[in-house]
């Protein structure tokens, strides 16, 4: 089982970066798949990206292509969201997932593990 705690939410402007920090508990972090997903009023959540266990591989959707990486650190126990040219619809509260199947699947499969969430702003 792995516990997961999201940092780095906040209030932007639009154009301007963010990083999002997400730590887990337990020795078994590398074994994990993990991701983001959003959820902004009125809307259901979303996939955001995902990333595989070793970090060699990931995907987003598409409204992120370009402007968001997503990344791990197996050492320190924490998967990172990178966010630039951030723009007003990119508001949402942002989760960390975790699975233990792929990382593919994690657009199409409800993950196992949750964070709180991160609420992110962008403002206009």
């Known amino acids: 089982q792995v516990q997961l705690v999201e940092s780095g939410g906040g209030l932007v402007q639009a154009g301007t970066s963010l990083r999002l920090s997400c730590a887990a508990s337990?020795?078994?972090?590398?074994?994990?798949?993990m991701g983001w997903f959003r959820q902004a009023p009125g809307k259901e959540r979303e996939f955001v990206a995902s990333i595989s266990w070793g970090g060699s591989s990931t995907i987003y959707t598409d409204s992120v292509k370009g402007r968001f990486t997503i990344s791990r650190d197996n050492a320190k126990n924490t998967v990172y969201l990178q966010m630039n040219s951030l723009k007003p619809e990119d508001t949402a509260v942002y989760y960390c997932a975790g699975t233990l199947g792929t990382f593919s699947g994690m657009a199409v499969t409800t993950p196992t593990y949750w964070g709180q969430g991160t609420q992110v702003t962008v403002s206009s």
């Open positions: 337990g020795r078994t972090f590398r074994n994990y798949a």
